[in-house]
Every structure is written in structure tokens, then in C-alpha cells.
């Protein structure tokens, strides 16, 4: 169509201008959906180190209020334990489901002789528990006896500890000696255990040692099938009965509200990107209206022979939607590479590029580009159509 | 053959509303046009001639009194049928000729073909309509700033010719070209006109206004002749 034409040719012979109007489309999609990129890289790498998913629920001593505990007394707000009887109430509320007991302190420690003084968490858990934890092991195996241990892949990277090992615990190795049977898998941030920088030793072990009788937490594994919103439910009702003695933790609502929290992050940088977009619109805007006051003898001419006020609006929508067609294909090519360079700066990682969501964020960018280049030269493209045809041959 | 004047002005009234009080432009006009007619406007500045081409070329309206371009009245019809009307009815020559200089001289010419076929169209028409106002075929592919004045205003010509228009209305066709071109175009014209086309053109050339065969005289919005 020979409008089309007309808007093409206009921005060929003003295409200095065209070229800095494209560029500011360019820019404000490169910004949505860079930013949108790098929100969903955030989210696909915090989501990978996010090990034993939805399916771990965490008791704990309740902290708040600062009362006495109930339940056997043996947890207090200043105490901050839980009571065996605590812990045979969940197991019983939440059956078939397995509660497991965890003790947990921080201590000083020494690997090797003439080593420095290291300070990491050891967990104290009965062996029987170990593979409904699902810690894998790369190397050694979970029978560990009562002075074996499993170390976390961090801690055993970092200290060059194997299977065999011998670390001592304590400032002068007072409390003993571990020794190491199993390297655990990195597992990342954990709603269980946080293992990669921790001991597991044995349950008995802890409570010989520390002189315990007591936990620090509960955790209990949800088996398949199960909502781990009702296994809180279940736990608060029997021991929160009369007052709050313990906080219960459901991995699949702070996995939601982590979510959540990140997608509110990745649509505020994204709205923040946006504004560059609202610069080119007005830049877009600016364009069409340089290009409809240069042009007003010709719509004048267009219009006296013959042109519909329709055909005239096309004339300008078409220049409008080449610019921002042009501008946001572009702009969505080269988001991808500034995808690519931000993952790889700020993330360390360009292994969530290719996803569904990176596609779908410059998808979103692209089309936002074009439309708001369309919506831009609407006013132009309509103030052209319903110029006077008298006055605009006239003009000058 | 249809006998029906092309353009009929009846009590033509038209009346400018100014803040310092309405001002009118034509009073009372009334003449028809026949078929086949060439017709020269003429009177001096702010007779009213350029208001009523615009009546004329259905550009604008009248305050009162109708006009009827081939039996059509077009006091009633939409913005949207007046510009059919324009495209289908009415061929347009400029004093400056207006040729459109992102179109070269044949998409120029085609134009007013493409608006009305809404397609593209056979640029062979174009050819034929151009070399019938004497252009060169070497011209056809170039752009309007690459020609003369005088081609420029063939192009035109060729252009209002397009779509086989009933009347062509002409403003001035020779102001902005020298005597020996503007005698050129109105040859040509005369040409066009013994062909059978309805010609009305304004000016306020007495030696041009001689190649026409009519001449309605005009002074502070009346005919006077």
C-alpha cells in the first residue's frame, strides 16, 4: 500500500532521526527486559541453592513474648529448648510423618596439629534419621559409629578434609574427636539442615558431650502427597494449645513468600527500566509530531485529492509502528546479550539465560516498545487526519 | 451521452464568522457549468475567488444555497463522501504544482488510483496519461525535485487526469512557471479540453484566462459578468 511506502521512505530520508528515536526504544526494551532477566536469573539461581524443597516443616522454641513454656517445662523463653515431651507430642501429631530430633550448637574446633582454631555448627542427629533427611553423601557412608561424623562439602573444601579425617573439638580438643566417615553433597540454603559448612555427628555423641536432653528443633519430613500447611496446622494445635510454646516453620510458604518477595524485587527494577521506555515514548512522540508539522502542505494535497482522514492516520500509525517495531526487535536482541553480561557479573552464572521466563521478559519488553511507540503516534497521526485540508494547503 | 451540467451553484452564500464580525466571502452566486467547458474565474484579490474553488472543489461548504457536482448536492453529504467525491469526480491542479517528493513521477501520477482501487495498481495507466501530457518515459522514475517546473506541472496535470474526473479545477496552473512554459501548459489544457475535458481554472492572468472559451468575472463575492 502506498502509505506504507510513504512512512517508509519518510523515515529512510530522515534517518538520522529516526535512527536516534529507534535507539531510545532500543534503550528502554534493553532495560525491561535486561532487568527482567536478571530478576528471573536471581530467582532460578536462589531456587537451585533452595535444597529440600516443600517439603520440610521446622519447630522450633518460640522465641516471642518472653513467658514461661509449657509442655514439660523443659522449654523456656531464656532456655530456648525443646522438651522430649515436646517432641513425642509432634511425632504422635504428625504421624505417619517422621519427626526428627536435632541438636545444635557452635563450637570451636581444630583439623589437623598446628592448625588455627575454626568455629562451625554441629548437628547432633540419631543416625536412623539420616536418609529421611536425604543427605547425600560424595564420598564415606552414614555408618559412622558413635564418634563418626559427616562433614558439609564447603567445610571439608575448605579444610581439605577427607574420610578419615580427624577434627578436634573444642578449644584444646576438650570435648574429643570426630572422625570424619562422610562428605555430604552440597546442598545450599536448606529449610533443614544447613550442611555445607556444618559437622553432623551422632545424636548420642551430642547429648554426651553437651550433657544434653533436650533439642534445639524438630524437623519433620512431609511425605508426598501430604501439605505441609496442614502439618503446621496439626503441630500448633496440639502444643499451642493454651499458649505459644513453640514456632512452626512450613518450607512451602517461606518458599512462596521468598518468591514472592523476589518477584516484587524483579518488577520493581523492571518498572524502574520502564521509565527509560516513557523517555522514548515521548521521544517517539516528539518524532511524529516533527513529522506531521514538516508534512502538513502534503496531508493538505492528500487530502484535496481524494485521501480518507483514516488513510492519512495509517500514513503516521505505520511510521510509528516501524520505529518501534525496528527499535524493539533490536532493543529485545540486544537485551539478551546485556542478559548475558549482567547474569554473568552479578550472578557469577549464565546458565538460566535460555528459559521460558527470559523469553517471556523479552517478549514483554518487545512488545511493550511497540506499543508504546504505537500509542505515541496516535495524537500525531490524528491531529494530521483532522487537519483542514483548506488551511493545510495553505500552509507554508 | 449525458447532457446534466457538471457543477450547478445555486444562491451560494458563504460567510466567514470573525470575531470583529462575519465577513462575507460570496454572495448570493449562482452560474452552472456544462459539460465540456472551459471556464476561466477571475477577479482581483479578495474577490472570493479562492473561496469559492474551494466550494468548487468540495474543499468546503456553503452557509447557505446548494451545489451540485454532476447532479449530486453536496450540501448533505459526509466529510468521508466528500472525499470520494474529490478523488472520483474532481481532478486538482496546484499553483505549485504539489507533487508529492517522496513518490517518483509515476507513483505521483497513480496516486489518486491507488486511493480509489485501495490496491496496488498498473503503473501502465500512469505511462499513458503521462505521455499524453507530453512527458518524457525517461522522466517517469525520477523524483518531482529532479524536473522542471513546467514537468513538474504535467505531472500534475497527469495526476488530476488520473481517475477520468468530470471537471478539473485549476488554480493559477501557470503562476509559478515563465510565459513560455505557462503557454506550454495551457496549450495543453486547450488540448485537454477540445478531448472533452470540463475545465475551470482560476487566475487572475487576463492573457491566460484568453485560452479559456467563459470567463465568470468576480468582485466582493458577486459575479459581474
Redesign the interface.
Given at each position: 500500500?502506498?502509505f506504507w511506502?510513504?512512512a517508509k521512505?519518510?523515515i529512510r530520508?530522515h534517518m538520522l532521526r529516526s535512527t536516534l528515536a529507534m535507539l531510545g526504544i532500543v534503550i528502554g526494551v534493553v532495560a525491561i527486559a535486561s532487568m527482567g532477566i536478571l530478576g528471573n536469573s536471581l530467582v532460578a539461581t536462589v531456587s537451585e541453592s533452595l535444597s529440600s524443597v516443600g517439603d520440610s516443616v521446622t519447630v522450633s522454641p518460640y522465641s516471642g513474648g518472653g513467658g514461661g513454656m509449657g509442655g514439660g517445662g523443659s522449654g523456656t523463653s531464656v532456655n530456648l529448648k525443646l522438651s522430649d515431651q515436646n517432641f513425642q507430642q509432634i511425632k504422635r501429631a504428625v504421624a505417619p510423618n517422621v519427626a526428627i530430633p536435632v541438636l545444635s550448637t557452635s563450637e570451636r574446633m581444630k583439623v589437623g596439629v598446628g592448625t588455627d582454631d575454626i568455629v562451625a555448627t554441629i548437628y547432633g542427629v540419631d543416625p536412623q534419621y539420616i536418609p529421611d533427611l536425604k543427605l547425600v553423601l560424595t564420598a564415606g557412608d552414614y555408618n559412622n559409629g558413635n564418634s563418626g561424623c559427616l562433614v558439609g562439602f564447603t567445610f571439608a573444601k575448605d579444610h581439605n578434609i577427607k574420610v578419615g579425617s580427624r577434627i578436634s573439638i573444642g578449644s584444646d580438643g576438650e570435648k574429643g574427636t570426630l572422625r570424619v566417615t562422610g562428605i555430604i553433597e552440597e546442598r545450599g540454603m536448606s529449610f533443614d539442615l544447613s550442611t555445607d559448612n556444618a559437622i553432623v555427628a551422632t545424636q548420642d555423641w551430642f547429648d554426651n558431650t553437651y550433657n544434653r536432653n533436650d533439642y534445639d528443633q524438630i524437623i519433620v519430613k512431609v511425605k508426598e502427597g501430604q501439605d505441609t500447611a496442614d502439618v503446621k496446622t496439626l503441630i500448633e494445635k496440639q502444643l499451642n494449645k493454651r499458649e505459644k510454646i513453640v514456632s512452626v516453620m512450613d518450607s512451602k510458604a517461606t518458599l512462596a513468600t521468598i518468591y514472592s518477595t523476589f518477584g516484587t524485587v524483579t518488577t520493581f527494577v523492571t518498572a524502574i527500566g520502564g521509565i527509560s521506555m516513557v523517555v522514548a515514548g515521548v521521544s517517539i512522540f516528539n518524532i511524529m509530531m516533527m513529522s506531521v508539522s514538516e508534512r502538513i502542505?502534503?496531508i493538505g494535497?492528500?487530502?484535496?485529492?481524494?485521501?480518507?482522514?483514516k488513510?492519512v492516520m495509517s500514513m503516521f500509525i505505520y511510521e510509528a509502528a516501524i520505529l518501534g517495531v525496528i527499535g524493539s526487535i533490536a532493543g529485545g536482541i540486544l537485551s539478551i546479550v546485556a542478559g548475558y553480561l549482567i547474569s554473568a557479573l552479578m550472578l557469577g552464572s549464565t546458565k538460566y539465560l535460555i528459559t521460558m521466563a527470559n523469553a517471556l521478559s523479552v517478549g514483554e519488553g518487545i512488545c511493550f516498545g511497540i506499543v508504546v511507540c504505537l500509542a505515541c503516534g496516535i495524537y500525531p497521526a490524528w491531529q494530521a487526519a483532522n487537519l483542514n485540508?483548506?488551511d493545510a494547503?495553505r500552509h507554508e | 451521452m449525458n447532457e446534466q451540467p457538471v457543477m450547478v451553484f445555486k444562491d451560494v452564500v458563504k460567510v466567514y464568522p470573525l470575531p470583529s464580525g462575519d465577513v462575507t466571502a460570496l454572495d448570493e452566486i449562482s452560474f452552472q457549468v456544462e459539460r465540456g467547458e472551459f471556464i476561466s474565474v477571475m477577479g482581483p484579490s479578495g474577490s472570493g475567488k479562492s473561496t469559492l474553488l474551494?466550494l468548487m472543489?468540495c474543499?468546503?461548504t456553503p452557509t447557505s444555497g446548494d451545489i451540485y457536482i454532476s447532479g449530486t448536492r453536496t450540501g448533505d453529504m459526509s466529510?468521508?463522501d466528500l472525499?470520494?467525491l474529490?478523488?472520483?469526480r474532481i481532478g486538482?491542479i496546484?499553483q505549485y504544482f504539489?507533487l508529492?517528493?517522496?513518490?517518483n513521477i509515476i507513483?505521483n501520477v497513480t496516486?489518486?488510483m491507488?486511493?480509489?482501487s485501495?490496491?496496488?495498481v498498473d503503473p501502465e495507466k500512469g505511462k499513458e496519461v503521462l505521455r499524453s501530457v507530453q512527458l518524457d518515459d525517461s522522466l517517469f522514475t525520477h523524483t518531482p525535485t529532479e524536473i522542471s517546473g513546467g514537468q513538474q506541472q504535467r505531472v500534475s496535470i497527469a495526476?488530476?487526469l488520473i481517475?477520468d474526473p468530470d471537471i478539473l479545477l485549476c488554480d493559477e496552473p501557470t503562476g509559478n512557471l515563465d510565459s513560455k512554459t505557462g503557454a506550454g501548459i495551457m496549450d495543453l489544457m486547450s488540448e485537454l479540453n477540445r478531448k472533452g475535458t470540463t475545465i475551470i481554472m482560476v487566475t487572475h492572468d487576463s492573457h491566460i484566462a484568453e485560452y479559456s472559451r467563459r470567463t465568470i468575472r468576480i468582485a466582493d463575492g458577486r459575479i459581474v459578468q
Amino acid at each position: 500500500m502506498i502509505f506504507w511506502e510513504i512512512a517508509k521512505r519518510n523515515i529512510r530520508i530522515h534517518m538520522l532521526r529516526s535512527t536516534l528515536a529507534m535507539l531510545g526504544i532500543v534503550i528502554g526494551v534493553v532495560a525491561i527486559a535486561s532487568m527482567g532477566i536478571l530478576g528471573n536469573s536471581l530467582v532460578a539461581t536462589v531456587s537451585e541453592s533452595l535444597s529440600s524443597v516443600g517439603d520440610s516443616v521446622t519447630v522450633s522454641p518460640y522465641s516471642g513474648g518472653g513467658g514461661g513454656m509449657g509442655g514439660g517445662g523443659s522449654g523456656t523463653s531464656v532456655n530456648l529448648k525443646l522438651s522430649d515431651q515436646n517432641f513425642q507430642q509432634i511425632k504422635r501429631a504428625v504421624a505417619p510423618n517422621v519427626a526428627i530430633p536435632v541438636l545444635s550448637t557452635s563450637e570451636r574446633m581444630k583439623v589437623g596439629v598446628g592448625t588455627d582454631d575454626i568455629v562451625a555448627t554441629i548437628y547432633g542427629v540419631d543416625p536412623q534419621y539420616i536418609p529421611d533427611l536425604k543427605l547425600v553423601l560424595t564420598a564415606g557412608d552414614y555408618n559412622n559409629g558413635n564418634s563418626g561424623c559427616l562433614v558439609g562439602f564447603t567445610f571439608a573444601k575448605d579444610h581439605n578434609i577427607k574420610v578419615g579425617s580427624r577434627i578436634s573439638i573444642g578449644s584444646d580438643g576438650e570435648k574429643g574427636t570426630l572422625r570424619v566417615t562422610g562428605i555430604i553433597e552440597e546442598r545450599g540454603m536448606s529449610f533443614d539442615l544447613s550442611t555445607d559448612n556444618a559437622i553432623v555427628a551422632t545424636q548420642d555423641w551430642f547429648d554426651n558431650t553437651y550433657n544434653r536432653n533436650d533439642y534445639d528443633q524438630i524437623i519433620v519430613k512431609v511425605k508426598e502427597g501430604q501439605d505441609t500447611a496442614d502439618v503446621k496446622t496439626l503441630i500448633e494445635k496440639q502444643l499451642n494449645k493454651r499458649e505459644k510454646i513453640v514456632s512452626v516453620m512450613d518450607s512451602k510458604a517461606t518458599l512462596a513468600t521468598i518468591y514472592s518477595t523476589f518477584g516484587t524485587v524483579t518488577t520493581f527494577v523492571t518498572a524502574i527500566g520502564g521509565i527509560s521506555m516513557v523517555v522514548a515514548g515521548v521521544s517517539i512522540f516528539n518524532i511524529m509530531m516533527m513529522s506531521v508539522s514538516e508534512r502538513i502542505k502534503e496531508i493538505g494535497i492528500m487530502r484535496s485529492i481524494g485521501t480518507q482522514k483514516k488513510e492519512v492516520m495509517s500514513m503516521f500509525i505505520y511510521e510509528a509502528a516501524i520505529l518501534g517495531v525496528i527499535g524493539s526487535i533490536a532493543g529485545g536482541i540486544l537485551s539478551i546479550v546485556a542478559g548475558y553480561l549482567i547474569s554473568a557479573l552479578m550472578l557469577g552464572s549464565t546458565k538460566y539465560l535460555i528459559t521460558m521466563a527470559n523469553a517471556l521478559s523479552v517478549g514483554e519488553g518487545i512488545c511493550f516498545g511497540i506499543v508504546v511507540c504505537l500509542a505515541c503516534g496516535i495524537y500525531p497521526a490524528w491531529q494530521a487526519a483532522n487537519l483542514n485540508p483548506i488551511d493545510a494547503l495553505r500552509h507554508e | 451521452m449525458n447532457e446534466q451540467p457538471v457543477m450547478v451553484f445555486k444562491d451560494v452564500v458563504k460567510v466567514y464568522p470573525l470575531p470583529s464580525g462575519d465577513v462575507t466571502a460570496l454572495d448570493e452566486i449562482s452560474f452552472q457549468v456544462e459539460r465540456g467547458e472551459f471556464i476561466s474565474v477571475m477577479g482581483p484579490s479578495g474577490s472570493g475567488k479562492s473561496t469559492l474553488l474551494n466550494l468548487m472543489g468540495c474543499l468546503d461548504t456553503p452557509t447557505s444555497g446548494d451545489i451540485y457536482i454532476s447532479g449530486t448536492r453536496t450540501g448533505d453529504m459526509s466529510d468521508k463522501d466528500l472525499t470520494y467525491l474529490r478523488r472520483d469526480r474532481i481532478g486538482f491542479i496546484f499553483q505549485y504544482f504539489n507533487l508529492f517528493p517522496l513518490l517518483n513521477i509515476i507513483e505521483n501520477v497513480t496516486f489518486p488510483m491507488m486511493l480509489k482501487s485501495q490496491k496496488s495498481v498498473d503503473p501502465e495507466k500512469g505511462k499513458e496519461v503521462l505521455r499524453s501530457v507530453q512527458l518524457d518515459d525517461s522522466l517517469f522514475t525520477h523524483t518531482p525535485t529532479e524536473i522542471s517546473g513546467g514537468q513538474q506541472q504535467r505531472v500534475s496535470i497527469a495526476r488530476a487526469l488520473i481517475n477520468d474526473p468530470d471537471i478539473l479545477l485549476c488554480d493559477e496552473p501557470t503562476g509559478n512557471l515563465d510565459s513560455k512554459t505557462g503557454a506550454g501548459i495551457m496549450d495543453l489544457m486547450s488540448e485537454l479540453n477540445r478531448k472533452g475535458t470540463t475545465i475551470i481554472m482560476v487566475t487572475h492572468d487576463s492573457h491566460i484566462a484568453e485560452y479559456s472559451r467563459r470567463t465568470i468575472r468576480i468582485a466582493d463575492g458577486r459575479i459581474v459578468q
